[in-house]
């Protein structure tokens, strides 16, 4: 197990056939794919991504309804993509959010 992966506080699932999502920063807006998925952040997919520390407003459809968050930059890899940390989500998303984790997490144990 990686550093990283002990330091985070949720656990996180690998989205093979990834998600949308529309992400802004002050200088793009963009739609890219989720390829994972956590309660603390997500890794998104995007040729570009804006450096680390930058903070971005993020909105994508899940199971029930739409999240929409903001968050900032943690990891970011020119080609591949960036980890962002959620830095603010409502409650109401965030519930939203936590079910749908424990239905997916519940689907890879079995």
């Not at 656990?11 to 992400?23: A, F, Y």
């Not at 807006?29 to 520390?53: D, Q």
């Not at 407003?57 to 199971?63: D, Q, S, V």
């Amino acid at each position: 197990m990686s550093t990283l992966a002990k330091e985070r506080r949720y656990p996180r699932i690998g989205l093979p056939h990834g998600m949308g999502v529309t992400w802004q920063s002050s200088q793009a807006s963009t739609v890219a794919r989720v390829s994972t998925l956590g309660l603390g952040g997500l890794f998104i997919s995007t040729p570009e991504p804006p450096p680390e520390g930058d903070f971005i407003r993020l909105l994508f459809e899940i199971p029930g309804g739409e999240v929409r968050a903001r968050a900032v930059v943690r990891i970011s890899q020119a080609g591949k993509g960036m980890g962002v940390e959620f830095t603010f989500m409502s409650l109401e998303a965030r519930a939203l959010l936590h079910r749908l984790l424990q239905r997916l997490i519940g689907s890879t144990a079995s």
